[in-house]
């Protein structure tokens, strides 16, 4: 199952070539990973309330080719196999089917208090 979220390069995004600055390239997955959980039917708010949160435990990222101001760019989310207490996607950024950045994102859940949980049962489920 590969969640697809559409971006539009902004000027804001880029450096003063018009390339896309290499930090916003984490904003984009992070933006298109709150968009899957939030399709999955978690309510990282309510979970907020529980206190839960997720957080990101480590980023391996390849950046293969630049991004130009007013591209129109898609965020491919994948899950990969994980544990009930972490989660691995591989997310993709492609332009015309071209992947311009690839970063595999392991997430955990903890608590507000900074102790490790259990993801909730919906992501555990889909993970294969």
Not at 7 to 36: H, M, P, Q
Not at 42 to 54: H, Y
Not at 56 to 67: H, K, M, N, T
Not at 86 to 102: E, K, N, P, W, Y
């Amino acid at each position: 199952m590969t969640h697809v979220f559409p971006i539009r390069v902004y000027y804001e995004d880029t450096d003063l070539a018009g390339i896309v600055y290499y930090a916003n390239y984490l904003k984009f997955i992070e933006r298109a990973r709150s968009e899957w959980v939030r399709g999955l039917g978690v309510d990282q708010k309510a979970m907020k309330a529980e206190g839960l949160v997720f957080a990101v435990r480590r980023v391996a990222a390849d950046y293969l080719a630049p991004a130009h101001y007013d591209d129109a760019l898609q965020v491919e989310t994948t899950l990969l196999p994980g544990t009930a207490a972490r989660m691995v996607v591989r997310q993709d950024v492609t332009r015309d089917g071209a992947i311009l950045f690839s970063a595999e994102v392991t997430i955990i859940c903890m608590t507000t208090a900074g102790k490790p949980a259990r993801l909730p049962a919906v992501i555990r489920q889909l993970t294969p």
